[in-house]
């Protein structure tokens, strides 16, 4: 059999995380390094691999149910190499070290399992909810696979040069930056979009460190669901991202 596809095998390497394409990661596994991944983002493996639901604490389940924030994950392990994928979007894996990462947790693919996560408040101008209200923060020493819809863009922060980012396209910051989230409009239109910008909530990012920001303010829809109506036709409900992702979405 003769075919182009025959282009697209398995990278081969030394290297626990390798990004085999653009839009998919292989994960080399030796039997007692397991990780966390994405539930149901297993595309294939090769080997002696077992793939459980990971275990939730109290506190994380409290802070999931109160803030939208969150990770559902299984826990792979065993001997051999796990393929992962997420709706075809971009990854990127990131060297967590001593500074840390926050990141909304939509775009988390998969981790090591040393790594500790939780979810934190980001400070709201107003004292309101809304866009990047509620991030996950990542700590310890490990690797994370990051996904992004598009080829993304890092923008570097220093103190002589702050970033702001629209709050539905940033995917991740270094922990050690100050972060506001604001709308620059007055305070009797703050629930509404900016004129007609189509621009709303915004974080400002100061200190030192880096931005990850994606060419998309939404993820695709996820777990979609046929609905009827005017519903249906703008994703509200259960019918596409809005309903999915409320976390990244302002409406």
Known sequence: MQSPLFAYTEQQNQERYTVQNPQMLRVTLEGHDDILARKG????YQGLMEFDGEYQSSGQRRARAQTGEGLDLMRCHGQGTVYLANLAQYIHVVEVEQD???VDSSYVLAMDSSLHHEVIAVDSQFGISGSGKYQLNITGRGKVALMTSG???MLQVTPDRYVNADADAIVAWSNGLRVQMQAQTHSSGVWRRRGNTG???ELSFMGTGYALVQPSELLPPQHAAVGQGLAAQYGM???GARGQNQGNVWS
């Open 100 to 102: 840390g990462l926050t």
């Open 237 to 239: 409900g259960q019918q």
């Open 151 to 153: 080829q993304p863009l």
């Open 41 to 44: 983002s297993m595309v294939a």
């Open 199 to 201: 621009e709303g909530w």
